[in-house]
């Protein structure tokens, strides 16, 4: 079966839409690959759980969050480059990022960034008819 990924609600509607196309999650037991399928929800194990589609993995990163900056593959990037990183996964600024993580997981952060190939969202299908 396919990893289901589950967004909250604020980035929830940046997935379906397409806005967002990549998600940093912690380090699982079997870990992202490129190929993957990918179900993407919000909501999930709740009443009002909600498809948002369904794609495929095109790349997978190592990736580290410190207070000190962001390694990306054993890399540490650029501050340009972590601003774009921020707004790449939904959030307006790098600061936002920060503090959603440290709030969150808690910082040192080590996980896996994964990038999927655009689809075609669940409320997509149905306006064409499709599901």
């Excluded at 999930?44 to 794609?55: D, F, M, T």
């Excluded at 990736?63 to 921020?86: F, H, M, N, P, Y």
């Excluded at 707004?87 to 808690?106: K, P, V």
């Amino acid at each position: 079966m396919p990893p289901a990924l589950n967004y909250q609600k604020w980035k929830a509607d940046k997935v379906e839409s397409g806005e967002c196309r990549q998600t940093i999650r912690g380090l699982r037991t079997r870990p992202f690959r490129v190929g993957d399928g990918l179900y993407h929800y919000s909501g999930l194990r709740a009443k009002n759980c909600r498809k948002l589609g369904e794609s495929f993995c095109a790349h997978v990163g190592r990736i580290r969050i410190e207070k000190r900056g962001i390694t990306l593959d054993g890399r540490q990037l650029w501050l340009s480059e972590e601003v774009a990183l921020a707004r790449a996964d939904g959030f307006a600024t790098l600061y936002d990022m920060y503090e959603w993580f440290q709030s969150t997981h808690r910082l040192p952060f080590d996980g896996q960034l994964v990038v999927w190939e655009a689809f075609e969202s669940v409320a997509e299908k149905r306006v064409k008819g499709g599901a």
